[in-house]
């Protein structure tokens, strides 16, 4: 606690990432190093989930995406996908109060309607119990895809344009953006020291710092989460610029300031 508390303190409040996504890897791991079922790992897991949850709002972030369960994962043992719905339901039924305390919005992207009814209920539930709070969204990926999502925002744009909605003209990166939903990450984490984005979040990626830790997901906690900031607070983002044009750019954004401030 103390040690969280400190290391707050050394974070540069103006150098705070908006959107921070995190792939959460190596529950299985951390479970068979320990000679335990995979499902104990999860279960960790979520304990991770709700330290991660907790400090990022302390930091101030406003958009937290985490990668709870892919369309991909449809593929492992049905008792681990259970086991993993059944964490769900525990994990909604529990803390939405303390989101709601907390003032974190709660939001899902991916083919919600592929979870079973009862979840679908539940997540429409805390959704809603939710939806006026305005310190943080989190967002849980679920049953999620970023090629899917990709995809159906094509299909969106495409029926507005057969409906005379929009012209050829104003299909651009913004009208995709907002189809998609969610901003763009600034910093996009992964656990477990695997080099890969996991089809996550494929559009809003586009420019993120990346940081890989190989602590696994339930070894990583509100602590690590500030190590990460710092990581992500020395990194220079140039947005394709050289580094002169951001030199430049820095120089005039502050004797604009400078400027704002003497006038009358
Ligand atoms: C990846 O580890 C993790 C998942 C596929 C599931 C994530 C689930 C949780 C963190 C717990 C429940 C979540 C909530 C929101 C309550 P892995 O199983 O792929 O690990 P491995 O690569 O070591 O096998």
């Known amino acids: 606690m103390a040690e969280r508390r400190n290391l707050l303190e050394t974070l540069d409040k ?27 790992g999860h279960k960790q897991g979520a304990k991770s989930v709700d330290s991660v949850t907790t400090t990022a709002r302390k930091i101030g972030i406003k958009y937290l995406t985490l990668y709870a369960f892919s369309k991909d994962n449809w593929k492992r043992p049905k008792d681990e996908i259970l086991a993993l719905f059944d964490l769900l ?18 939001n899902v992207v991916g083919d919600i309607e592929d979870l079973p009814q009862d979840i679908v209920g539940k997540i429409n539930e805390v959704k809603a119990y939710t939806s006026d709070c305005n310190g943080m969204v989190l967002t849980l990926a679920l049953s999620y895809s970023g090629k899917s999502e990709i995809v159906k925002a094509c299909k969106k744009i495409l029926k507005m344009y057969k409906d ?19 901003p763009d990450v600034d910093l996009l984490i992964r656990t477990s020291g695997e080099m890969r984005v996991s089809d996550f979040l494929l559009w809003n990626i586009a420019y993120a710092e990346v940081y890989i830790t190989k602590k696994l997901w339930p070894d990583f906690r509100g602590k690590d989460l500030i190590k990460a900031m710092k990581e992500f607070q020395k990194r220079e983002r140039r947005f394709g610029l050289t580094q002169e044009q951001i030199m430049t750019m820095k120089q005039d954004m502050k004797e604009n300031t400078e400027k704002t401030i003497d006038c009358p």
């Not at 005379?164 to 969610?182: A, H, R, V, Y």
């Open 14 to 40: 103006k150098k705070i990432p908006y959107h921070v996504a995190i792939i959460m890897d190596g529950n299985g791991r951390w479970a068979q190093k320990r000679g335990l079922p995979r499902i104990e």
């Open 89 to 106: 339901r525990h994990y909604l039924s529990k803390k939405k109060d303390k989101m709601k305390k907390n003032q974190i919005k709660f």
């Open 164 to 182: 005379g909605k929009i012209t050829e003209e104003e299909i651009d990166n913004n009208l995709f953006s907002d189809m998609i939903g969610l």
